[in-house]
């Protein structure tokens, strides 16, 4: 009975190439996340979702684009994948905007060969 | 500009003894600060936080210092157990607003492994 489930764990694919990652949270929160960990393993936010309304949109190309079709809902779609997305992406939520207790998923290692 | 610095990547403590974590940050707007815990192949788990207003907060074996002067906080874990070998990561936000309201910014982590 995972909280907070992403999909797919592991992702490999040729540079080029669109891919989605997808989220879903049975915790009734209201706020959703996602979280790049980069190489130097520090985890960046990428984009905040409060209610299926865009909140936060840090400095990510525009080949990232988040999609949040409920509040339980938030995936993650890649177009024209680069060698430098190869990262561990992590999608969490929290009860609401400004609450920091996120959960967060397993995370989705991708590599961009 | 990395706001939140881990600066030791590993630590190593003997089961029993006090395993001490720290964490440094720059942004003098940070107020609230957490500690997540993550195992391989998990996502990170929350474990204890701290306000501003506080300088300490304790929750069983875990206490979390916070030096608001020298923008430093600890995390402290005793007795340290070998069930505590994980990556252990420090988060900072401004719960009074800011541009950093609503995010978590976190440090790289620090690898502790307790041996038994």
């Known amino acids: 009975d995972t909280a907070v489930s992403q999909t797919p764990k592991y992702l490999v694919t040729q540079m080029g190439n669109d891919k989605s990652i997808k989220c879903e949270q049975n915790?009734?929160?209201?706020?959703m996340y996602w979280y790049k960990q980069d190489s130097k393993k520090f985890l960046k936010i990428m984009f905040s979702?409060?209610?299926?309304?865009?909140?936060i949109n840090e400095t990510v190309p525009n080949r990232f684009s988040p999609k949040s079709p409920d509040k339980a809902h938030l995936n993650l779609h890649i177009n024209s994948l680069e060698l430098g997305d190869s990262a561990v992406y992590f999608c969490?939520?929290?009860?609401?905007?400004?609450?920091?207790?996120?959960?967060f998923g397993s995370g989705t290692r991708l590599t961009v060969v | 500009d990395q706001q939140v610095k881990q600066n030791s990547p590993s630590l190593s403590v003997q089961e029993g003894r006090i395993s001490i974590l720290n964490c440094d940050y720059t942004?003098?707007?940070?107020?609230?600060f957490l500690w997540y815990k993550k195992y391989p192949a998990e996502g990170p788990t929350f474990l204890i936080s701290?306000?501003?207003?506080?300088d300490k907060n304790e929750d069983g074996r875990f206490t979390v210092f916070l030096n608001k002067s020298a923008k430093h906080l600890s995390l402290h874990i005793v007795p340290s157990q070998p069930g505590d070998s994980a990556v252990y990561f420090c988060?900072?936000?401004?719960?009074?607003?800011?541009?950093?309201?609503?995010?978590?910014?976190f440090g790289q982590g620090t690898i502790l492994t307790v041996h038994p």
């Open positions: 915790l009734g929160h209201d706020t």
């Open positions: 942004n003098s707007m940070f107020d609230y």
């Open positions: 979702y409060n209610n299926k309304e865009l909140i």
């Open positions: 988060a900072a936000s401004a719960e009074a607003g800011g541009t950093s309201y609503g995010k978590l910014t």
């Open positions: 969490a939520s929290s009860q609401s905007e400004g609450s920091y207790g996120y959960t």
């Open positions: 701290i306000s501003s207003i506080k």
